[in-house]
């Protein structure tokens, strides 16, 4: 069985580790894995064992467990010997139990075979994301983690009321501390191997001199917090608690969920290591470890929302550039299809007059050379004219093609016709942090005109003043347009003023020409056009300064004079 997301990382070579099983179910690559697994569980356990009663090991912090567990989780539930074996060898080598045999046995399988069920319901029910990226998997993860500690611990109750020399006395005072400590071993190691140990793809932090001199600085802060908060006594040092919520917090808004782990463990270290310094006693260590685990369910939470913000931000950027890409690779094609069949159409037109009118010439040519045929010479040299003439009359027909027809002539309200314009430019100028600013007074008299063609004009406008200021890549990127009345002749002039680079005089001088841009994949059409339709309602379009930081465009409309057709 395959797990769920991705667990592939900790044998980057090994990329078969999670997956089907041999025919044993075993192979070389689960081999190797079980191996460092176990030796790591026996170490953690040899490091977190702090206190013993009666043979009983009271272990408020079990990271062995933590490690193990999001092993199982990521790997199946098969690995669930691993804990059995870990607990045995850790009874043996690190706890010297005293024990029997069949006591220490009952007590691995309790273990393995309860958090080895935990595993198979995060898997298999609850189908947790390994990569722990939705606040969803943490909260189960948590959940389910203190379920299983507590089934485990009645379990191994019940287990241990079986030997003779234990009583249910012995039981209360062991049972908290061993709840305890699984779940805070759940909580902060399962996280941090599942994110960091057991990923496939790469943690969003990468290590940099930057990065760890912020570990560090978190680590000499969570110490002097520490020793603020043990230094005050048991009593009064809880009351200080709060100060380790700041770097966690802290790391788990700048990292997300990777830095919660980090500073977690950092945390939880430091809090084990003075504890056992100052001989804490297990249950000044367990009323600590309840508040680290109060502490751990906060920067998780808080980590892994963080996290799920990122990623949807990257996730929507990455979409918003492949729409972006598309619209543009669309837009192209689109203007590619339009010259294409413009210029086939027009050739296909122009090709039988002008075929016509140069068998005309050479015939003309001819007969003045040869037979001095004058009448017959100026019929050719008539039907000639009458072939370019209708040459002519092919290409007037592709500019009035380019006017878009005959005006649909209405009365506009100009402040109305500018917001519903720029309505349709907001979220361009948005991506490109463009700031709009109008300047159209409500008492503006209305003009006669196409209101969808005058709104294109403003609209070719705008788009250009914003294609600048994206390329000028500047901080302040802001765009003005005015509007006002004139007189002599009365008219109304519209202004669009931008603070970019600036348009070169080279290129100034034949902006309005067919087929002049300064974009790399424009057509030089827009402008022309703009001009055609502003000319049509018999107004003027002209650029009216050029220099950077102040570029304007202007056109007029006449008042009280309806559009050409």
């Known amino acids: 069985m395959k797990p769920i997301g991705h667990a592939e990382g900790l044998l980057p070579k090994a990329r078969g580790l999670f997956a089907s099983p041999a025919p044993f179910g075993f192979d070389l690559a689960m081999v190797i894995t079980a191996g460092i697994f176990l ?41 669930a010997l691993v804990l059995f074996a870990g607990v045995v060898l850790a009874e043996i080598l690190v706890l010297n139990s005293n024990l029997e045999w069949p006591v220490i046995l009952g007590i691995a399988a309790i273990i393995a075979v309860g958090y080895g069920a935990m595993a198979s319901v995060l898997r298999g029910y609850f189908l947790i994301d390994t990569r722990l990226n939705r606040l969803r998997d943490v909260v189960v993860l948590l959940m389910v983690g203190i379920s299983g500690a507590i089934l485990v611990a009645l379990f191994l109750s019940l287990l241990l009321l079986a030997d003779a020399g ?19 071993g759940i909580a ?20 940099s001199s930057p990065l760890v001199l912020e570990l560090v600085s978190y680590l000499v802060f969570v110490t002097v917090a520490l020793w603020i908060i043990i230094g005050a006594g048991t009593e009064n040092g809880f009351k200080f608690f ?8 802290v790391a788990a808004v700048r990292h997300g969920l990777d830095g919660a782990c980090l500073s977690l ?14 001989g804490y006693d297990a249950a000044a260590f367990t009323q600590f470890q309840t508040l680290m685990f109060v502490l751990t369910a906060t920067g998780l939470i808080v980590g892994v929302v963080v996290s799920e913000r990122q990623s949807s931000d990257r996730l929507a950027r990455a979409a918003e550039t492949r729409l972006k890409e598309k619209e543009s690779q669309a837009a192209q094609a689109a203007r590619f299809n339009l010259v294409s069949g413009t210029a086939s159409a027009l ?42 003439d209708h040459a002519s009359g092919v290409v007037r027909r592709m500019r009035d093609f380019l006017r878009r027809g005959r005006p649909h002539v209405s009365t506009i309200e100009i402040p109305d016709m500018l917001a519903e314009a720029l309505t349709l430019v907001h979220a361009e100028a948005a991506a490109n942090n463009v700031r709009i600013e109008v300047d159209a007074s409500s008492a503006l008299p209305a003009v006669h005109g196409d209101r969808t063609q005058l709104e294109q004009v403003v609209l070719n406008l705008v788009r250009n003043a914003i294609d600048s200021l994206a390329e000028a890549r500047q901080a302040d990127r802001h765009i003005r347009i005015v509007a006002d009345r004139l007189d002599a002749p009365e008219r109304v002039e519209i202004g669009v003023i931008d603070n970019g680079p600036g348009i070169r005089p080279e290129l100034a001088d034949r902006l309005f020409e067919p087929l002049t841009t300064s974009k790399e994949t424009g057509l030089g059409l827009g402008l022309p056009i703009c001009v055609s339709i502003v000319e049509t309602h018999s107004g003027r379009l002209w650029l009216h300064q050029r220099k950077a930081g102040a570029t304007e465009f202007r056109f007029s409309l006449p008042l009280n004079q309806p559009p050409s057709a």
Do not use: C
Not at 242 to 249: G, K
């Open 166 to 184: 234990i009583d249910f006395g012995d039981l209360v005072v062991t049972f908290v501390p061993l709840l305890v400590g699984d779940a805070i």
């Open 347 to 388: 050739i296909h037109e122009l090709n039988q007059p002008m075929t016509a009118a140069r068998a005309l010439a050479r015939s003309v040519q001819h007969l003045l050379r040869t037979a001095g045929d004058l009448a017959r010479a100026d019929g050719n040299l008539t039907t000639l004219i009458a072939q370019i």
């Open 39 to 79: 030796a790591a569980y026996i170490v953690l356990e040899w490091v977190s064992f702090i206190h013993e009663y009666k043979g009983l090991p009271i272990t408020p912090w079990n990271p062995g467990l933590g490690v193990v567990f999001a092993l199982m989780i990521a790997g199946g539930a098969r690995y």
């Open 265 to 278: 463990a950092i945390t939880q270290i430091a809090l084990v290591g003075l504890l056992h310094l100052y």
């Open 242 to 249: 709060y100060l380790l919520f700041l770097p966690v917090v």
């Open 188 to 207: 902060v190691m399962t996280p941090l191997t599942l994110r960091l140990v057991l990923q496939g793809e790469r943690s969003p932090m990468r290590l």
